[in-house]
């Protein structure tokens, strides 16, 4: 089964308005963290946002926040008032445990985001 | 003041040479990473290095030798480079934490194209 699932392969959305970009995950282990990624056409991975599965708030940075549904295993990530350099790959990707050096991260396959005007 | 650096960012080669890339991280990091990007951006952990010690090897064929000359390095080696190695391979590095966030820092990426 897939670990994580970005279930938009691409999504549009206006200069200024907001966007969700979905993400549903799955594991059996009570701790974990929740994180997204960007993905700019020129190819770096830049870090947005983490959620931890215990943290009792949502996490917000800037205009990104991430809509954490910990029963319903989601971890959307929301963009409010979109920008033209917001136009990227978007992933997000999990990592399981919370102690220990084996940190890896699993990624899902992707969101691309094209901002127009 | 470059925080995870690769060299060389675009690598073009033949079919069975062998060929390294190198990564350098300047954040103190104790952990590094290797992760390979397919042609159709899909992103997937190979190695994992903490404090030079091997910690994670997922299924990579043993024609990639990842190696930790100290913490702050961590170069991967391919021997007998096939077609389906051409990819986006991506260097990372994280701090360990007992709770936190453990964000990874990614570098620029190496576009591997063999031929």
């Known amino acids: 089964a897939q670990k994580i699932t970005q279930t938009q392969p691409g999504m549009f959305v206006q200069e200024k308005e907001a966007v969700t970009l979905d993400c549903t995950y799955d594991?059996?282990?009570?701790?974990?963290?929740l994180f997204w990624y960007k993905q700019p056409s020129s190819g770096e991975m830049i870090f947005l946002i983490y959620?931890?599965?215990?943290?009792?708030q949502n996490a917000t940075e800037g205009r990104y926040s991430l809509n954490f549904q910990k029963a319903r295993k989601s971890a959307n990530l929301v963009i409010s008032a979109s920008q033209l350099g917001d136009s990227a790959m978007y992933f997000c990707a999990m990592r399981e445990g919370y102690t220990g050096t084996a940190s890896k991260l699993t990624f899902g396959t992707g969101t691309r985001l094209q901002v127009t005007l | 003041d470059t925080a995870v650096s690769q060299t060389p960012k675009y690598l073009v080669t033949q079919m069975g040479n062998d060929k390294s890339i190198k990564c350098e991280q300047n954040l103190g990091h104790d952990t590094m990473y290797w992760y390979k990007q397919d042609s159709k951006k899909f992103l997937k952990i190979m190695f994992s290095y903490n404090n030079k010690e091997l910690i994670i090897n997922e299924t990579v064929p043993n024609r990639f030798s990842p190696k930790s000359p100290d913490k702050a390095h961590l170069n991967l080696h391919i021997n007998s480079l096939e077609l389906g190695d051409s990819a986006v391979y991506f260097c990372?590095?994280?701090?360990?934490?007992?709770?936190?966030?453990?964000?990874?820092?990614f570098g620029p990426g190496t576009r591997l194209t063999v031929t």
């Open positions: 959620q931890g599965s215990y943290d009792q």
């Open positions: 990372a590095s994280s701090r360990e934490r007992t709770s936190g966030s453990y964000e990874q820092y």
């Open positions: 594991t059996s282990d009570p701790s974990y963290g």
